[in-house]
């Protein structure tokens, strides 16, 4: 259920005023150009702050596309191409093919992503409702989906869940509850049991998977850090991701951050790798990238990958584009908004000195939340506050209409319109909007919550 939180201040308008009068300039100057072999003011500008912020100290080529499906389609081509090198399935001197025909590339992934509606994105994530028959017949899921441990807030603690596939025999309770979230993401946590836990599962897991075959080889780790969003909001331990990048660069795998849910603030950082404490060698980027006025979706990446896609032939270039390939409009809208959310006389939720937001939901409120008899978790993350309702069988999950009637009475009664993720709810705020307004929606979802009593 996503909820758009209203009650926009001076700031937030202002914002919304310069959004679309950069984007009215870039239409009139403009118009449409057609990118290949060309550029423009707003596209430089752009690619500037991309690789200045979100891709500082490791990024150094964009490539533009116009969604954010798009733009994991283009990630999965980088990806695969920089691995084919490095393993010698291409010759180095002409890029040409060996043995094209017993070769399948695969992807790492995790059980409950989602990655897009794209074709080519969606056989890079496990089956899922979004991957039925009924909507993608030509689905075949081409990777080794991992069943990854999460983290929640329930009764007051934080709280870490291991799936059944991670035998937890060797952790203390110590390393399954933590006094705040902050604890979660320490790096201290890097030499702890849960960690070697890990590395041996996911250890266990690659070897087994490349003893079945010789011709199918995992050529890329694709994740969404921290934040499965479409999936359930579910937030994914981040150290287990960390093991689990530290794992691919030692096989050489490729690494691909998909962030273009979790990107440019949501979780309360310009870049959720920041949270994660590591970094990869493609990201994409889309949604609030551009203050979520226009499409527009950006895939950056490394020169190791770049210089992968170079020789004196057209045909290894990456041939991906479409006619609104860095489209101008887009392109000074995005230019706007990433400056406008990181420079703390337009956005009054950063914290400059440590380059985060403040805190926008109440703790208080949240806790007591997660101590609702009919609340199985909660996930509080930067713009993020999403609240898992006790459900069972059909009842949990995507297809349940198990909070219609909450929907109905936080729209007719509270003015707040949701659409639904199941049984799961959630707030999702902009990162200019205050704390104030935060606390006011969360506390209407609080006293429905706490009265709700649903009718089948």
Request: proline share 4%; aromatic share 8%.
């Amino acid at each position: 259920m996503h909820v758009q939180v209203g009650g926009l201040k001076d700031l937030i308008l202002s914002c919304r005023i310069e959004l679309a009068r950069d984007m009215g300039y870039a239409a009139a100057r403009y118009g449409h150009v057609m990118f290949p072999e060309n550029a423009h003011e707003p596209a430089l500008r752009c690619a500037e702050l991309l690789l200045g912020g979100i891709g500082k100290d490791w990024a150094s080529r964009v490539y533009y596309s116009d969604n954010g499906s798009t733009a994991i389609e283009i990630a999965l081509k980088m990806a695969f191409r920089k691995f084919s090198l490095d393993r010698g399935i291409l010759l180095d001197s002409d890029k040409s093919i060996t043995n094209e025909r017993n070769i399948q590339l695969k992807v790492l992934a995790l059980k409950g992503s989602y990655h897009g509606d794209t074709l080519g994105a969606m056989e890079a994530q496990a089956p899922s409702a979004y991957t039925s028959f009924l909507q993608q017949p030509w689905y075949s899921g081409r990777g080794l989906f991992l069943d990854p441990p999460t983290v929640f807030i329930r009764n007051g603690t934080c709280a870490l869940s291991l799936p059944q596939s991670i035998q937890n025999c060797h952790l203390s309770p110590g390393d399954k509850c933590f006094p705040s979230l902050a604890d979660v993401f320490c790096k201290s946590r890097d030499s702890s049991a849960a960690a070697d836990l890990y590395s041996t599962y996911i250890s266990q897991q690659l070897s087994e998977y490349s003893v079945s075959s010789n011709i199918e080889h995992i050529a890329a780790l694709i994740i969404e850090p921290v934040i499965q969003g479409a999936g359930g909001m579910h937030m994914i331990d981040p150290l287990f991701q960390r093991v689990l990048v530290h794992e691919c660069r030692d096989r050489k795998i490729p690494v691909i951050f998909d962030e273009v849910f979790t990107g440019f603030w949501r979780l309360g950082v310009e870049s959720a790798s920041e949270l994660l404490g590591c970094l990869p060698d493609v990201a994409c980027y889309a949604k609030l990238m551009t203050g979520g006025i226009v499409p527009l979706a950006a895939t950056v990446t490394t020169e190791a990958v770049f210089e992968a896609f170079k020789s004196d032939s057209k045909l290894t270039a990456l041939l991906h584009g479409h006619s609104y390939t860095a489209h101008a409009m887009g392109c000074s809208a995005a230019v706007k908004a990433i400056q406008w959310f990181r420079d703390p006389s337009t956005n009054s939720n950063l914290d400059f000195d440590r380059m985060k937001l403040k805190e926008l939901w109440d703790g208080t409120l949240v806790n007591q939340l997660s101590s609702l008899p009919n609340v199985k978790r909660v996930v509080s993350l930067g713009t993020l506050c999403a609240i898992e309702l006790q459900a069972e069988g059909s009842d949990a999950g995507y297809a349940s209409l198990y909070a219609r009637s909450l929907i109905q009475q936080l729209r007719e009664e509270d003015d707040i319109y949701v659409r639904p993720l199941g049984n799961v709810i959630y707030l999702m705020c902009g990162p200019c909007t205050t704390r104030d307004v935060c606390t006011e929606q969360l506390s209407k979802v609080y006293h429905r919550i706490s009265h709700f009593n649903p009718i089948h």
